[in-house]
Structure formats: structure tokens, C-alpha cells
């Protein structure tokens, strides 16, 4: 009984990182339609991020009865959420201190990146906004800056599911 127990409480963080994910995604679409904002490069690179998330979330759930394996799938997505700190946190600090700044002087490899996976799914990918942009607030927050809370929260929550003790 005891071990049910320990595997369905290894599965909590993996299935809210995967709904809470998937939902920001869903969200992302949405708003971009609903209200026509532009999403940046850097705004696909999160939501590339969010999708992330999700799929190894999704693992880490078929996985969990395995602490080895619930582990792995912990530090996978550890390290996405780690990355989604970093691209939500250099975005928030362009927004905020260098507004004058586009995402980078020159073309760089994941904004071709992002230019060709907005050709295969532009409704998921297609990015034609500005980076410095805030575009729209939410209870005084920019987007980038909610998706730094949600990811600074994500990685918190796979820190915990990766140091969780047996």
C-alpha cells in the first residue's frame, strides 16, 4: 500500500506541470488570436518550451512507478524549466531595461529556428512581433513576465519531484 501511495504521490508534479503547460499553450493561441498580438521569437521559443514541458511531464506520468526513471524524467524537466527561466527572464529584462532592443542584432540560429517551424505551424510558431514589446498586461504584468512566474514555479516544482526522498 505504501508503495501506491509513494508512486501516485511522484505523479502529482508531472500531471500539474502537464496540465498547467498544455493550458498556458492553449492560452498563448488564444490570446494571439482573440486579441491579434504578435508573438516575438521569444515568445515561440517559451511556448517551444510549454510543449516541452508537457511531453516530458507526460513521460514522467507513464513513468512514475519507476523512481529511477521518475527521476530522469524530474531532471529533464528541471532542465526545460531552468531554460524557460532564462528565455522569459532575458526577455522580461529586454522589456524592461532595453526596450530599444530588438531579440538580437543579427539573426541567430534559433530565430531561424523559429522562422521555420513557423512555416510548418505558423498558428503555434509564426512569430512577427517584437521582443522589447510588452504588447499587452495582465494585472500590470507583461506576458513575458507571467511566463517567467510560470516557469520560475515549473522548475521549482521539478526540483521538489527530483530531490522528493523515497
Sequence with gaps: MLAQTSAAARRVPFLFVLVASLALVLIGV???EWMRLAACPLC?????LYLTLGLVAAIGLMVAARPVAAR??????????GTG???????VWIQRFAPSTNCSPYPTWWEDMVDRAG???PLLFKASGLCSDPAWKFL????????LGWFTL??????????RRR
Design 30 to 32: 488564444l490570446l494571439g
Design 85 to 91: 527561466v532564462f528565455v522569459a527572464g532575458y526577455q
Design 154 to 163: 515549473f522548475l521549482l516544482v521539478a526540483l521538489r519531484a527530483l530531490t
Design 140 to 147: 500590470g504584468l507583461s506576458i513575458a513576465e507571467w511566463s
Design 72 to 81: 530522469l524524467a524530474a531532471l529533464a524537466m528541471t532542465l526545460a524549466a
Design 44 to 48: 515561440i521559443i517559451q511556448r517551444a
Design 119 to 121: 512555416e510548418m505551424m
